[in-house]
Each structure stands twice: as C-alpha cells, then as structure tokens.
C-alpha cells in the first residue's frame, strides 16, 4: 500500500461494488457517507464495476442473477451449491477457468483503478477481488484490498488473494473463511455497513406526519426488492389487508413502476394501504414498523436489525438470502415462511402476539452491530488518518 505519509496528496479510498441487487450499492454508499464525515484530507470515489465491463457480459451477469432470483430459484440454488467449493486455500481447476474469464471483461475496470492509483480498495462486492489480487502479486498494483461481505454464508466466490483485511456481518461468516485459510488476525465480525442515518431515525410522530400514515393503528411494512421484485406482492397486500383489518400496510415497490401501480389500482381503503416508490428514507418507515416482511436481503435484514424491527421472510431463495434466513431464524430474530401462500396467516398471528414480537425484536437488536462505523475506523488505521 502507498504511504500516505509520504506523499503531500490526499490519501485515495476506492470502493468497488457492482450493481447486482441493492445490496453490494447499499453497502458501499454507507461506508462512503461515514468516510465523508471522516476527514477533508481524504479522496473517496465509488465505482460500479459492471459499468467498466463489456455491454454482453453485464446483461448476461445482471440479467442472469435477476431471472434466477425471480424466476428459477430452484436452479439459481443449483448452480449456487455446485459452485460453491472448493473449502480450502488454493483453486480448483473450475476456479481457474472462471477468474480467466473473468479477468478478460475486467480489462477496462483493471485499467480504470490504475489510472486512479488508490491507496486502498475497499470492495463490497466479490467480482473484481481475485483480479487486482492477481494484479497485486504481478507487481501491477500496490493499493492494498479490504473486503466487506454483505451475506452471513458466504459463497467460495468471495474468496480472494492479497486481501488485507475482512469484514463479516455474522461471526458465522468466520468460519467459512479460516477454511479457506483467511487468518483470525485478519477478520473482523464488523456487521453489515449500514447508512449512519439508520442510528438515529426522526420521532416516531415526525414520521407517522411526514408520511401520511394513521396514528391508531399498526404499521406493519412489506417489500419484495428494491431493484427487482420477488413474490406476489400485490396478492400478499391484498389478503394482508383481509385478515388484518386494524393494520395500515405499508408496501414498498421500489423501482417497480409496474406494481407500484398495480397498487394504486387496488381499491384498499385510504388509510390502509400506502404504496411507497422507491427511497432513500425507507429507514423512517422501518423504525415506526411494528413487522417487516421482507425477502432475506443482507442489507434490508441489517437495517431491521439496527431497527430492533421484528422480521417475517418470505420464501427464501435458495444460496445467498436462504443462508441470510437461517442465521436471523437460528437467533431468534426473524421467522420464515417457506411458501408465499402462508405468508398472511403468519402476518395475522403475530400482529396478535404482541410477546412474540417483542421478543424477536429484542433479539434483532441483540444481533446489531455497528458496521459502518467498524469499517470506517479501520480504514482511517490503515491509511493513519
């Protein structure tokens, strides 16, 4: 890594995600807001690494992820078991061939971060990992690499070389790196990064006002994705709304244009349903929750836990959000619905079981650690800021 001791130019952070999910951006975009509250003499860039990427490779990455995610989740969690080995230091032969091709779409993006000469990259997403670790062995690039893993289980494919530190959301996590042979030293269970915002949501008045929701009755909040949704939402709403007659349902639709009009067409009394496109103050909404149903998402899943919101999920989608799921179930923090058509039977149950809710919420504050602010220490150690 360069010493920014010696050198009269502001230190660089390079934050490397790809735009695969909310997530991974998420991620980024929090720990990127908590280092521009760190210092002036600090030059902090965040860059998508699928838009440095060929136009075929990054509609067959995102395209591929969003059709499995939504459509074929059996197979997607095939092809996340099958390649998710092997459980050891060193490549499998298969790895070889992936990073290969890998490394040929990651031309323009490996050009892009010598251009910028960061001191440090700070990476929240595993795809460009293994190839400025290759870079850092060939004597290319002598930033150093933090990794930030935004899921409880990670996958094989956030395995990566000349990586000086990483931050887990779950001490779960851990282990499946000590296999890999990531030293203890070179681990933190940091939590997930979150917005620092998330720390210190307005009064529960304030936002019941601002947006437009009954004082009298229960908030309970549901969403599919922010970036694509999963599950029938628009009937999950509706039968919601039936068997919970004193619940206001909030729905978020993120970028979804489509359902967020499929909502406003749905006839739901004013006052009980709240259809919500996307924004970047769901956090209010969150901390005035008294349920969030919700997919398994890392980050979405972190924020609760940061809102002491208790969780229902809904039909995990095996890989990634199935691991997410067991964890937050396994703690007492959330519960998991494995089929969508008993999601409001389980909505009803709880909103009828204030103990039970209390209970989980407590847990979910119980799993809550600091991410950001973890992350942005470390950062700021390593660069002696």
């Not at 980024?28 to 902090?44: K, M, N, P, W």
């Not at 095939?78 to 080995?85: A, K, P, S, W």
């Not at 996307?278 to 929750?289: A, M, N, W």
Request: aromatic share 6%; glycine share 10%.
């Amino acid at each position: 890594m360069n010493d920014p001791t010696t050198s009269s130019r502001p230190s660089r952070v390079l934050l490397v995600t790809a735009s695969v999910g909310a997530g991974h951006l998420s991620a980024a975009r929090a720990i990127a807001t908590g280092l521009g509250q760190l210092s002036s003499d600090l030059h902090v860039e965040t860059v998508d690494a699928l838009a440095l990427t060929p136009r075929w490779f990054r509609a067959c990455y995102v395209g591929g992820f969003t059709l499995g995610m939504t459509r074929l989740p059996r197979i997607y969690g095939l092809g996340y078991i099958l390649t998710d080995h092997p459980q050891r230091p060193g490549r499998a032969g298969g790895e070889r061939i992936r990073l290969w091709r890998e490394r040929r779409v990651l031309k323009q993006f490996s050009r892009f971060v010598l251009d910028f000469a960061p001191d440090l990259i700070v990476h929240t997403h595993f795809l460009t990992t293994p190839t400025l670790g290759r870079m850092i062995t060939r004597g290319e690039l002598s930033a150093g690499q933090f990794v930030v893993v935004t899921d409880n289980d990670p996958h094989r494919f956030w395995y990566a070389q000349n990586v000086a530190h990483w931050f887990l959301p779950a001490a779960i996590s851990a282990k499946r790196l000590t296999r890999w042979g990531v030293g203890e030293s070179r681990i933190t269970v940091s939590g997930m990064p979150i917005q620092p915002k998330l720390d210190r949501p307005p009064p529960r008045e304030k936002t019941l006002a601002d947006w437009r929701l009954p004082a009298d009755k229960k908030i309970v909040i549901l969403t599919g994705g922010t970036t694509f949704t999963c599950g029938p939402v628009v009937k999950l709403a509706r039968r919601i709304l039936e068997l919970c007659p004193n619940i206001c349902l909030v729905v978020l639709a993120g970028q979804n244009k489509k359902l967020l009009g499929r909502l406003a067409r749905s006839g739901s009394p004013a006052g009980r349903l709240v259809p919500i496109s996307f924004t970047d103050r769901v956090h209010e909404l969150v901390s005035v929750g008294s349920l969030m149903v919700t997919k398994a998402g890392g980050v979405t899943t972190a924020e609760c836990l940061a809102a002491g919101v208790p969780m229902l999920l809904t039909s995990p989608v095996p890989g990634q959000e199935a691991g997410n799921a067991r964890y937050l179930q396994a703690n007492g923090a959330a519960l998991i619905t494995q089929n969508y058509h008993l999601v409001p039977a389980e909505v009803k149950r709880l909103m009828n079981d204030e103990k039970a809710r209390r209970q989980l919420a407590e847990n979910a504050r119980g799993l809550y650690r600091p991410g950001t602010a973890t992350i942005v220490r470390a950062i700021a150690g390593s660069l002696r800021l």
